[in-house]
């Protein structure tokens, strides 16, 4: 019998830090998380020591009790020390949550990518009472099961501002190329796209860290969905860009510090694995389309598994996007059913 060489990620840890808690992950390193109410229940963030402060990155979506875990980190493992300056990831919601909070009540810095910034300031500003039709009209387009489209349209909508602090003006710019230095590190700024427009990812020059957001996790596919904002975006194609660049950087010594599940080894294997996957997906796509389907009815050779209602919404923006991507690559023909959705086959 041949022994199967282990060659999946690997962790350090085997356990994330208790709420209010912190574990060292490197010298002047604070790997803490903060809850979400959802499915995927957590988002990490970091703090490293600036030495007469802390660069806290990501922090959580702005609730009271998140706040309040703000308030037991500060007072505990970030010493009393003041944060004074926030780098988001990317605008999502649990990672720029309360990074206005930072901003106005503790005089934080806050940097990160202009696409990143002008999302989140927009959104915040964007408070919408009633669905907008063309976010109604594009749940059609892609095939939404009609129950559930029913029950989201008599909802209100979710709302950025409902977990995002407000954004007072002002913030300090990264782009790709850019160095930053922070925890007593030089990092280089490498731009990532697809789970979010221009996601910054922090390369350690002085050592084995990298900062890798939602970019690249350890254990799950970061998602990559297509929404009303524009219906037409390609950001799978996107993603496999930026990860394909991204994978030219990578070590197997990397400690890749992502902003969900454990921080990881074996980054290399972890990115052609996550690449893989996609493609395997892409394929499997192709063959459900030999016969005209929407995009709800992709999820079988997408996910491979049962989709509940409390995934559904991120299943379906996810099977925009893919097979989006095989209509911009023109690997597949699309048109309208005369209920406003789009019809998906593979040519030839």
């Not at 990501?58 to 500060?74: E, V, Y």
């Not at 915040?124 to 029913?150: I, K």
Request: hydrophobic share 40%.
């Amino acid at each position: 019998m041949t022994d199967i060489p282990d060659v999946s990620p690997r962790t350090p840890w085997e356990q994330p830090p208790a709420q209010g808690e912190a574990i060292e992950v490197a010298d002047g390193v604070l790997w803490m998380r903060q809850p979400l109410p959802m499915k995927l229940d957590h988002v990490n963030i970091y703090a490293l020591d600036d030495g007469d402060g802390w660069t806290v990155i990501d922090t959580g979506f702005n609730t009271r009790k998140s706040r309040a875990i703000w308030d037991s980190l500060m007072a505990g493992p970030l010493k009393g020390k003041p944060v004074t300056r926030v780098v988001g990831t990317h605008h999502h919601p649990d990672h720029i949550g309360l990074a206005g909070w930072f901003q106005s009540q503790h005089g934080a810095e806050l940097v990160t990518t202009r696409t990143a910034w002008l999302f989140a300031r927009m959104l915040t500003l964007d408070v919408q009472e009633t669905w907008p039709e063309e976010t109604l009209a594009y749940y059609r387009s892609a095939g939404m099961d009609t129950a559930f489209y029913d029950k989201r349209a008599s909802d209100r909508p979710f709302n950025f501002a409902d977990t995002v602090y407000p954004m007072p003006l002002g913030f300090t710019r990264i782009r790709q190329g850019d160095a930053i230095r922070m925890g007593g590190r030089d990092w280089d700024v490498h731009v990532g796209n697809g789970h979010a427009p221009e996601h910054a990812t922090f390369w350690s020059r002085d050592d084995n860290l990298v900062i890798t957001g939602d970019q690249i996790l350890s254990t799950i596919s970061p998602n990559i969905g297509v929404y009303a904002t524009e219906p037409m975006a390609d950001p799978l194609g996107e993603w496999l860009e930026a990860c394909e660049r991204l994978s030219k950087l990578a070590r197997p010594d990397h400690l890749a510090l992502g902003g969900h599940k454990l921080p990881f080894t074996r980054l290399p294997l972890r990115m052609q694995q996550l690449i893989g996957n996609h493609h395997g997906a892409l394929e499997r796509l192709m063959d459900h389309l030999s016969v005209p389907q929407t995009a709800a009815d992709c999820f079988a050779p997408l996910f491979k598994r049962t989709i509940g209602e409390g995934e559904y919404g991120l299943a379906l923006v996810e099977a925009v996007a893919h097979v989006n991507h095989l209509y911009h690559t023109g690997q597949v023909d699309r048109w309208k059913r005369e209920d406003g959705a789009w019809l998906y086959q593979r040519k030839g």
